[in-house]
């Protein structure tokens, strides 16, 4: 069966450090994956998505980038965090042509 | 590109009545789903309910049904005999098969009154 892991689940960091979240997905090849952010109480702004390795889409300019080193491997990352960086981050996949997306467990963010 | 708007920030119901979410989109594309998540205090996405934009009929699962609007692009998620667990933020998505875009609604907190 399919799963997607997302780690850290939680996490401070101080104002200017940098920032790698990952997220990997297992049972399935090929995925498209996204990263999105959740402001407090408020919808999901996608970020990022990717439909193959080193294939990477910006929705919005940021302070943050993204890799996929590997085809089942997604990261997100930045080089200076800013406070308005703090929010919940989403990792998720689907299959082209499939009929559901898949979700992690998300990180919290807290930029300090 | 995709868009999909909730109009209703909040939503509130009386335990065992229903309840109706909005919920309208805009794509291009004729090949597509749409879907409602839950999502609890916990974060974790729940997948309430799945639309094929192919299929006419309007999906239902238990106490939870669509009204699919294909031609109005609308996709309103009718809630019955709400319960307490039924409080969440509910998002309403699109998965655009072209693109593979997933793009997700604004939200809609929903609160169960007992």
């Known amino acids: 069966s399919q799963t997607i892991h997302q780690w850290p689940a939680t996490l401070v960091q101080p104002v200017g450090s940098p920032l790698s979240l990952e997220c990997t997905v297992e049972g399935t090849s090929n995925p498209n994956l996204y990263w999105y952010r959740q402001a407090a109480g408020r919808g999901l702004q996608l970020l990022f998505y990717s439909v193959g390795i080193g294939q990477i889409s910006s929705e919005v300019p940021q302070n943050l980038s993204a890799s996929r080193p590997q085809d089942r491997q997604f990261i997100l990352s930045s080089k200076k965090l800013l406070l308005s960086d703090s929010g919940f981050y989403l990792c998720?996949?689907?299959?082209?042509?499939?009929?559901?997306?898949?979700f992690g467990q998300g990180t919290r963010l807290t930029v300090v | 590109a995709q868009t999909v708007t909730q109009s209703q920030p909040e939503m509130s119901v009386q335990e065992a009545e229903t309840v109706t979410l909005s919920c309208t989109y805009d794509t291009s594309e004729s090949d597509y789903y749409l879907f409602w998540y839950k999502q609890p205090p916990s974060r974790q996405m729940i997948l309430v309910i799945r639309q094929e934009a192919y299929k006419q009929q309007n999906a239902t699962e238990n106490r939870f049904s669509v009204n699919f609007q294909k031609a109005a692009k609308s996709f309103s998620l009718k809630i019955s005999d709400s319960q307490l667990g039924d409080a969440a933020m509910y998002f309403c998505?699109?998965?655009?098969?072209?693109?593979?875009?997933?793009?997700f609604g604004g939200g809609t907190r929903l609160m169960v009154k007992p």
């Open positions: 998720a996949w689907s299959l082209t042509g499939g009929t559901e997306a898949f």
């Open positions: 998505a699109s998965l655009v098969n072209a693109g593979n875009m997933l793009t």
